[in-house]
């Protein structure tokens, strides 16, 4: 029987030099859960992040990746395993059609003369508004450059195309940051769709009313250390601002 874990980081710690990032720290996803993670800036959010993404490897502690002790040494190995990040800093080429960044560095091809050549741009564009609508993404044409979408709907791109990979969590950073009203409730409803098609999302963000609205469950930092783990369900603005600067 499998495990309901997806994730679990076991006293994980990281040192840069003399600053001590990471302190013992627990920290866990269950299957097709949200799970909310803060803190102040310099809490320790970010190394986790990345410690889980393959970025850094941690100094002590272990990962499991559904249940498996797992060294993750690579970003390409993280997301072998399912794992997939999407950072503040979208990684879309504004000159290119949102079809062909959703295929960056995978574009598929098809045969003429018996020879694999060329790009496959109808299977491309196909398989893209495929993958927006089963977010319910709305974008008015796949062959429109990056550069005409306003800052949800590169947000909802960059969270398609993650998806269009077959992962199982996702890592999403600041999802919301520098967003409008409509526009965080777009990514929001996306973070959603994601869980209802059996997915695991960790949202990393300072705004405490999305994460109360939309997560299952708020780990909190402070310090390097997790001082708060608990059920998002009934948590006030208050209550999560008080635990994350310690009253």
Do not use: W
Not at 68 to 77: C, F, G, H, I
Not at 97 to 124: Q, T
């Amino acid at each position: 029987m499998k495990s309901d874990l997806l994730l679990e980081a076991v006293n994980i710690s990281k040192n840069f030099g003399s600053v001590k990032a990471l302190d013992r720290v627990n920290f866990s996803v269950h299957r097709q859960e949200i799970v909310g993670l803060l803190g102040d800036n310099g809490a320790g959010k970010s190394t986790l992040v990345k410690i889980i993404s393959g970025f850094h490897q941690p100094d002590n502690g272990e990962l499991l990746i559904e249940g498996v002790k797992t060294e993750l040494r690579s970003p390409a190995m993280s997301r072998r395993l399912g794992i997939e990040t999407i950072y503040q800093e979208l990684a879309l080429v504004d000159d290119l059609s949102i079809y062909r960044n959703m295929f960056l560095a995978k574009e598929l091809r098809r045969r003429r003369l018996g020879v694999l050549n060329l790009l496959d741009d109808k299977r491309m564009r196909e398989e893209a508004e495929r993958a927006l609508g089963d977010l319910k993404i709305d974008i008015s044409s796949v062959r429109d450059p990056v550069r005409f979408l306003s800052g949800g709907q590169r947000q909802s791109v960059s969270t398609a195309r993650a998806v269009m990979s077959d992962a199982k969590l996702f890592l999403m950073d600041e999802p919301t940051a520098a967003l409008g009203v409509a526009e965080s409730r777009q990514v929001l409803s996306i973070i959603r769709e994601l869980k209802n098609k059996g997915k695991s999302v960790v949202v990393i963000t300072h705004n405490i009313r999305h994460i109360v609205s939309i997560c299952d469950r708020v780990v909190i930092m402070r310090r390097g250390k997790a001082v708060a783990d608990m059920a998002a369900q009934g948590l006030s603005v208050d209550d999560v601002e008080d635990m994350i600067v310690g009253n």
